[in-house]
């Protein structure tokens, strides 16, 4: 093929699938130099787990080490979901990143609604970050998109986080999230 260099040693197609997967991986690092490590699973959790009566309340928490972000342009892509509890109270979701309130929903009356937020940091030094975040809900015409911009710096390990509020306990629960780094 024009173009591409030659692999060698060849590929022996009369292989266990076993092998062959080692020798596919074994040709890529021979192609690419080595294999980068992205996309790469950061964190995931399986919930539910909801808010504390009357209080922001920390539903999960993942630390982000120095070096995870450690190219301009490397991202954690962020999938979450949850529900609320079906009452008229109020309810707030937050994702916070090294302290900074990257995304809030504000006091809300989601009434028994399911919903999701997809977002990704961005990193665009060593202390600055773009972030865009899409969170719908099945309440009524309820879609949020945004896009910020936050200082964090990178040389320490930090944490997103996930908050809930509500009126009572388990106003707001998070099911699921998972984190990935790509970079």
């Not at 060849?10 to 076993?18: E, L, Q, R, Y």
């Not at 596919?24 to 690092?29: I, S």
């Not at 390990?157 to 009126?167: C, H």
Request: proline share 2%; with cysteine; glycine share 8%.
């Amino acid at each position: 093929m024009a173009g591409f260099r030659s692999i060698t040693p060849n590929i022996n197609i009369n292989t266990t699938s076993g092998q062959l997967r080692t020798e596919l991986l074994n040709t890529f690092t021979r192609l690419d130099g080595s294999l980068a490590l992205a996309p790469y699973q950061l964190s995931s959790f399986l919930g539910p787990v909801g808010n504390g009566a009357g209080t922001e309340s920390t539903l999960d928490s993942t630390t982000i080490t120095t070096g995870t972000l450690a190219k301009s342009a490397s991202s954690i892509l962020i999938f979450a979901c949850g529900k609320t509890t079906a009452n008229a109270n109020n309810k707030t979701l937050r994702l916070k990143f090294g302290g900074v309130e990257l995304f809030t929903t504000g006091a809300q009356a989601f009434n028994g609604v399911d919903w999701t937020l997809n977002a990704e940091i961005v990193r665009t030094s060593s202390t600055t970050q773009t972030t865009w975040i899409q969170f719908f809900s099945t309440a009524t015409l309820t879609q949020k998109i945004t896009v910020t911009t936050s200082s964090v710096n990178l040389a320490n390990n930090q944490t997103i986080l996930f908050t809930g509020e509500g009126t009572l306990a388990n106003d707001i629960s998070l099911y699921y999230h998972k984190m990935t780094l790509l970079t």
